[in-house]
């Protein structure tokens, strides 16, 4: 896999930053969309370690919709690649593990869990429908999904984040009884030697995309 080379200005706030440039190296800057994996195994492990890490991102009202479907069995792959569009097939069928990143519009049932502090929120979210959850859900659970890309990171591992898929398809084929709604499947694990990524391309500065008043 090609490494980029970053120019100074790449790294002129890192004084500021509380990681260390090697670990902002890892999750960010030199971190890359995989397209081509390794025929190499992926520990349960290493995902439960990313996501144990991440669940102590903030979501709404401390909801954690985020639902993980691990796509490992050849059958369930084949199921899933069938409701990918066509550029994503082949290296879907090819990546050594696979995870739908859901939303689950029945977050509610575990508020007395999560959200004590809000006495009366299951059934206050119960009675308000899935025309206030699902939204609800997507938002939250999409905030965790990123916060997710950066665990699989801080865990050694690669990840090609993909949208290009059949939302209805999948979650009939595999939600229909949980009801969860997928957002974004994510091929992961070690990178190919060669052809992993696509050349990087450049990011938008600080002053093109921030307005202070």
């Known amino acids: 896999m ?10 002129a706030f890192d004084d ?23 025929d190499e195994a992926v520990p349960d492990e290493k995902i ?6 991440v669940r ?8 954690l919709p985020l639902r993980l ?8 792959r084949a199921r899933l690649v069938s409701h990918m569009s066509e550029g994503n097939q082949a290296k879907t069928l090819a990546a050594p593990l696979t995870i739908v990143a859901a939303a ?12 004590p502090h809000v006495p009366g929120a299951r059934e206050n979210f119960d009675a308000a429908g899935e025309g206030v959850r699902v939204p609800m859900a997507r938002t939250s659970a999409l905030i965790q999904v990123g916060y997710f890309i950066v665990g699989l990171r801080a ?53 093109e995309v921030s307005l202070t008043v």
């Open 69 to 76: 479907f691990i796509v490992r069995d050849a059958e369930a």
């Open 155 to 207: 865990a050694g591992l690669h990840v090609g984040p993909m949208t290009g898929f059949d939302a209805e398809g999948i979650d009939a084929e595999f939600f229909a009884e949980n009801g969860w709604k997928s957002l974004v499947v994510l091929n992961v694990g070690t990178p190919a030697s060669e052809g992993a990524s696509h050349p990087r391309q450049t990011r938008l500065g600080f002053d």
């Open 2 to 11: 090609t490494t980029q080379t970053f120019t100074p200005t790449d790294a």
């Open 104 to 115: 689950d519009p029945n977050f509610h049932e575990n508020l007395p869990v999560l959200a």
């Open 16 to 38: 500021l930053l509380e990681i260390d440039a090697v670990t902002a190296d890892l999750l960010f800057r030199e971190a890359r969309t995989v397209n081509v994996f390794e």
């Open 48 to 53: 439960q370690a990313a996501y144990d890490l």
């Open 56 to 63: 102590w991102g903030p979501t709404a009202m401390n909801t």
